[in-house]
């Protein structure tokens, strides 16, 4: 159907043109240009607003590259603390009564584990909170309580 109109359209242009009158001219626009306000001053409050929030920008990526930091280094610490744990509980495994398990040095460090994990959640929240993306967590383990 639109190819008939098309014929019909490009005939009666042929037609205009045998008869000496040319169809009217359409003035091409520019399609990416957008138009200018001649005259008019840039608003000082619209201006101050835009540079408090391009300062209100930078410091939330500031801030969001310093929470990255932060949890790259909490998990890189949980990953350790972890290793110490598990190998604590493998040289533990031989013993024959669970007095390793109930020793002070591994309640400690499952202590840590725990306020590390805690920490990493958090930041992990606070960072979802703010809008920016969280990074996969790559290495630590779940741990769950054992009391």
Do not use: C, W, Y
Not at 66 to 89: D, F, H, P, V
Not at 92 to 104: C, E, K, M, Q, V
């Amino acid at each position: 159907l639109s190819s008939i109109e098309d014929q019909h359209k490009v005939s009666e242009i042929a037609a205009m043109v045998a008869q000496g009158v040319a169809p009217p001219l359409v003035a091409k626009r520019n399609v990416g240009a957008l138009p200018t306000l001649a005259g008019t001053a840039p608003d000082p409050a619209v201006a101050q607003k835009m540079q408090d929030m391009e300062q209100e920008n930078q410091q939330l990526v500031d801030r969001n590259q310093m929470m990255q930091a932060q949890i790259s280094e909490l998990l890189k610490e949980r990953s350790a603390i972890t290793e110490q744990l598990a190998a604590a509980g493998a040289s533990a495994a031989p013993s024959t009564s669970g007095a390793a398990l109930n020793s002070g040095q591994f309640k400690e460090l499952m202590t840590i584990v725990k306020k590390k994990t805690a920490e990493v959640k958090e930041l992990r929240r606070l960072m979802a909170e703010a809008g920016v993306p969280v990074p996969a967590a790559g290495g630590g383990v779940e741990l769950t309580a054992e009391d």
